[in-house]
């Protein structure tokens, strides 16, 4: 199983390019979501999605579109990259177990916006 | 918004002794969760813990969860080298929505 996979690893956008990351799920998970980590802070939510064809927002939407056409992806779109969002971006995903879930983390995507 | 906040924000122990991270919390939740991260990698589940339970373990991990003080600690026993990581506890306010709210971590460094 390769669980949660996200692509690409590391990305360099310059202010103002748009770009799509990837994730993929071999799981058959329900639950995807994105987050972002920045330094010395825990994870905050940017979107999530309950399954396929719906999608609402987190914490810190501004700036990110998602969509869900299959169960197994939800790609983040930045819409015209800013500095500020330079971060780690994670994937993660979870399946609800006895009406308990734990989520499965993708490995990351560091961005940097020049 | 941190609905998790741990104690401490780093901790240095040696090899062999246990290490004990707390987390406290704002809101009535759910269920309670810890991850671990290496550095550079993603979150990794360590355990989760129910609103109606108060203490749980998993191998050298235990948990406990105070609802009425909205507190959690992780203790991990004899502790070893690849334990280094950053320990983050994370809280589940609805089932429905299922979104996690994550504290900003505790970065354990274990002295060989």
């Known amino acids: 199983n390769a669980g949660v996979t996200q692509t690409p690893k590391f990305q360099v956008l310059k202010t103002g390019q748009s770009m799509t990351l990837q994730c993929a799920q071999d799981?058959?998970?329900?639950?995807m979501s994105w987050y972002r980590q920045d330094p010395g802070m825990g994870l905050r939510l940017i979107h999530y999605?309950?399954?396929?064809?719906?999608?609402d927002q987190g914490e810190v939407p501004n700036g990110y579109n998602v969509s869900r056409s299959t169960t197994e992806d939800f790609p983040l779109r930045l819409l015209s990259a800013a500095p500020s969002q330079t971060s780690v971006y994670f994937c993660?995903?979870?399946?609800?177990?006895?009406?308990?879930?734990?989520?499965?983390f993708g490995s990351g995507t560091r961005l940097t916006v020049v | 918004s941190q609905q998790g906040e741990e104690d401490p924000q780093a901790l240095s122990i040696q090899e062999g002794e246990n290490a004990t991270m707390n987390c406290s919390y704002k809101?009535?939740?759910?269920?309670l969760q810890w991850y671990r991260q290496n550095s550079g990698r993603g979150l990794v589940h360590l355990i989760l813990?129910?609103?109606?339970?108060r203490e749980k373990h998993s191998g050298r991990l235990r948990v406990t969860l105070d609802t009425s003080k909205k507190s959690s600690s992780l203790l991990i026993t004899a502790s070893r080298a690849a334990d280094t990581a950053s320990y983050f506890c994370?809280?589940?306010?609805?089932?429905?929505?299922?979104?996690?709210?994550f504290g900003s971590g505790t970065r354990l460094q274990v002295q060989p």
């Open positions: 993660a995903s979870s399946v609800t177990t006895d009406g308990y879930y734990g989520y499965t």
């Open positions: 799981m058959n998970h329900e639950y």
């Open positions: 999605s309950v399954g396929a064809g719906i999608t």
């Open positions: 809101t009535s939740i759910n269920n």
């Open positions: 813990i129910r609103s109606n339970e």
């Open positions: 994370a809280t589940a306010t609805d089932t429905g929505r299922r979104a996690l709210t």
